[in-house]
C-alpha cells in the first residue's frame, strides 16, 4: 500500500517524516500522474487558498476525485482539513467536499491564532498533544461523521467513513497515533476499493464492480 502525501505548499515534509517513522511507503504527490499510483492521501497543513489554486492549476483536483471515487482514504491536516470540507466559510472557498462538514478558516482570531492544547480522544486512553496553527473550526457536521476528539467544546478530529479530517497538526508532534490510525482506514480503503497493485486485497472484495473499474492508467 502506497500513501500520497499532496506535496505542493505546506508542512508535507513533517507528515512523510511520521510515516517513515512508522515504517508506510509512501510519495510525495505533485502530479495527476503521481496521484494516481497512491492508496490513499495525505492532504498537508498549509495555506488552503495555495494548494486549492495548485490543485485546479496542475490537474490535479480531477486526480483527487478519481481517487475518492475509487474509495480511497483521505487524511486532511488543517488546511488539509479546509481542502475536504464540504463547504468552507470566511472567506468562502472551494473544496473537495469528501468530508461532510461545514469549516470556518482562521476562525480562533489572532490572540489564539497557535496554541498547543491537550485533549482526550477516542484513539486511545491518554490524552493527545495538539498543535493549533491558524486553525479553523468545524461549524456542522453531516449525521455520518464521528467526532474523535473535542478541543475547547469544538470537533477537532473527526471520521466521515475512510475521510479523516483534523483542525490541529498531528504531524508536527512526536505522537504517531493519528497516522496510525489513518494507515488503517487507508489498509482497508485499498483493501475494498478497485485498487490493482500491491494492496491487499481479501478474494471476498473482488467484486465484479470492483473489477469493472479497472484503475486508470496514465
Ligand atoms: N488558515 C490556513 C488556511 O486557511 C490553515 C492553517 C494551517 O494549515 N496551519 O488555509
Excluded at 43 to 70: I, Q, V, W, Y
Excluded at 172 to 190: C, I, N, R
Excluded at 191 to 218: G, I, L, W
Amino acid at each position: 500500500m502506497k500513501i500520497g502525501i499532496l506535496a505542493v505548499q505546506g508542512d508535507y515534509e513533517a507528515h512523510a517524516r511520521m510515516l517513515e517513522r512508522l515504517g508506510a511507503d509512501y510519495v510525495l504527490v505533485r502530479t495527476p500522474k503521481e496521484a494516481a499510483q497512491v492508496h490513499a492521501m495525505i492532504l498537508p497543513g498549509g495555506e488552503s487558498t495555495t494548494m486549492l489554486k495548485f490543485l485546479k492549476e496542475e490537474g490535479l483536483e480531477a486526480a483527487l476525485r478519481a481517487l475518492d471515487a475509487r474509495g480511497a482514504a483521505f487524511f486532511g491536516t488543517c488546511a488539509g482539513a479546509i481542502l475536504l470540507a464540504r463547504e468552507v466559510r470566511a472567506p468562502a472557498q472551494d473544496s473537495l467536499g469528501f468530508a461532510d462538514l461545514v469549516i470556518t478558516r482562521n476562525a480562533y482570531g489572532r490572540q489564539v491564532a497557535s496554541d498547543v492544547r491537550s485533549a482526550p480522544t477516542k484513539l486511545r486512553a491518554e490524552p493527545l498533544e495538539m498543535v493549533f496553527i491558524r486553525a479553523p473550526w468545524i461549524d456542522e457536521l453531516g449525521p455520518g461523521v464521528e467526532v474523535l476528539a473535542r478541543e475547547g467544546g469544538r470537533p477537532v478530529l473527526v471520521r466521515d467513513g475512510r475521510i479523516l479530517v483534523a483542525t490541529f497538526h498531528p504531524e508536527l508532534t512526536g505522537d504517531t497515533s493519528v497516522h496510525e490510525y489513518f494507515l488503517k482506514l487507508a489498509a482497508e480503503g485499498a483493501a475494498r476499493n478497485s485498487f490493482d497493485s500491491s494492496a491487499s486485497k481479501p478474494a471476498s472484495s473482488q467484486t465484479s464492480t470492483a473489477e469493472s473499474n479497472p484503475m486508470p492508467r496514465r
